[in-house]
């Protein structure tokens, strides 16, 4: 079992920063693939972004809208992984969830990822 906690959401104007947190407990993070999720109302959960890693190292994945804007890194040590979320857009308002999964899985489906976090809101006012 993974128990993931995310910490950082807030309220922010447009073209602000935030960056989330997401802790890991339990079982080992550095076993599984950790991605981001995030769900606006009334719409369906979508792929934001997940890192895996292997022995060549750490390779990162992002959906379109969020490419060069947000960054996703880890923290073996820490059992933490990270989103930074630079130039944000009243788009990117949504509760973003924190997931770990299996690396064999597919990366930008939310049914491959077996733990979630409970989820922390991100506001971007225009």
């Known amino acids: 079992q993974v128990q993931l906690v995310e910490s950082g959401g807030g309220l922010v104007q447009a073209g602000g920063s935030l960056r989330l947190s997401c802790a890991a407990s339990?079982?080992?993070?550095?076993?599984?693939?950790p991605g981001w999720f995030r769900q606006a109302p009334g719409k369906e959960r979508e792929f934001v972004a997940a890192i895996s890693f292997s022995w060549s190292g750490s390779r990162t994945f992002y959906t379109d809208s969020v490419k060069g804007r947000f960054t996703i890194s880890r923290d073996n040590a820490k059992n933490t992984v990270y989103l930074q979320m630079n130039s944000l857009k009243p788009e990117d308002t949504a509760v973003y969830y924190c997931a770990a999964g299996s690396d064999l899985q597919p990366i930008a489906v939310a049914g491959s990822y077996d733990y979630w976090g409970q989820g922390t809101q991100v506001t971007v006012s225009s």
């Open positions: 339990g079982r080992t993070f550095s076993n599984y693939r």
